[in-house]
T-cell receptor, first 114, second 114 residues
Framework: NAGVTQTPKFQVLKTGQSMTLQCAQD?????MYWYRQDPGMGLRLIYY???????DKGEVPNGYNVSRLNKREFSLRLESAAPSQTSVYFC?????????????FGDGTRLSIL | GENVEQHPSTLSVQEGDSAVIKCTYS??????FPWYKQELGKRPQLIID?????GEKKDQRIAVTLNKTAKHFSLHITETQPEDSAVYFC?????????????FGTGTRLQVTL
């Protein structure tokens, strides 16, 4: 049972390049989330998907787009990367979203934008 | 939206002593409060959580207390060990009715010295 799997683990981009971060969970969870983690700022919610077919903005959505491909997969896209998007990105999932189930995190993607 | 403040930002204790981390939240509608431990370079991992209908919860050396009136909750670690050294995050969950949105505190770096 892998839990939440993120790819890639590391990536270096040049300013203006685009890329998609992939996330998949095998726990049959309904809800999925993308966070970014910056030093001294904790984890901040970028986008979330309460269930397959729905997505909503979190605290810091600017510069990002998401796709809930199916129940298992939730991707995060940077259309035109900027140095301010250098961060560690975590994907998470949880069971029934409205019943306050714990969120389980992937190992993260370390993204550097030059 | 929810705002979570966490103190202290760093905490150093001697092995065997107790450690206490405190958090406050702003949204009285928040009803679920998880605590995560993050070791260097690793994913956040849930260590304990508490729901709003409970005032205290214990799991071996870890306990969490919640004061809904004052809107604060605390993590207590007794008999600390070197492997407790990590960054700890509190969080408060806003239930939107379709998903549970976590708002994190900025973290406490706990160092347990021999």
């Amino acid at each position: 049972n892998a839990g939440v799997t993120q790819t890639p683990k590391f990536q270096v981009l040049k300013t203006g390049q685009s890329m998609t971060l992939q996330c998949a969970q095998d726990m049959n969870h309904n809800s999925m989330y993308w966070y970014r983690q910056d030093p001294g700022m904790g984890l901040r919610l970028i986008y979330y998907s309460a269930s397959e077919g729905t997505t909503d903005k979190g605290e810091v959505p600017n510069g990002y787009n998401v796709s809930r491909l199916n129940k298992r997969e939730f991707s995060l896209r940077l259309e035109s990367a900027a140095p301010s998007q250098t961060s560690v990105y975590f994907c998470a999932s949880s069971g029934q979203g409205f019943s306050n189930q714990p969120q389980h995190f992937g190992d993260g993607t370390r993204l550097s934008i030059l | 939206g929810e705002n979570v403040e966490q103190h202290p930002s760093t905490l150093s204790v001697q092995e065997g002593d107790s450690a206490v981390i405190k958090c406050t939240y702003s949204d009285s509608a928040s009803n679920y409060f998880p605590w995560y431990k993050q070791e260097l370079g690793k994913r956040p991992q849930l260590i304990i959580d508490i729901r709003s209908n409970v005032g205290e919860k214990k799991d071996q050396r870890i306990a969490v207390t919640l004061n809904k009136t004052a809107k604060h909750f605390s993590l207590h670690i007794t008999e600390t060990q070197p492997e407790d050294s990590a960054v700890y995050f509190c969080a408060a969950v806003e239930n939107t009715g379709t998903a549970s949105k976590l708002t994190f505190g900025t973290g406490t770096r706990l160092q347990v010295t021999l």
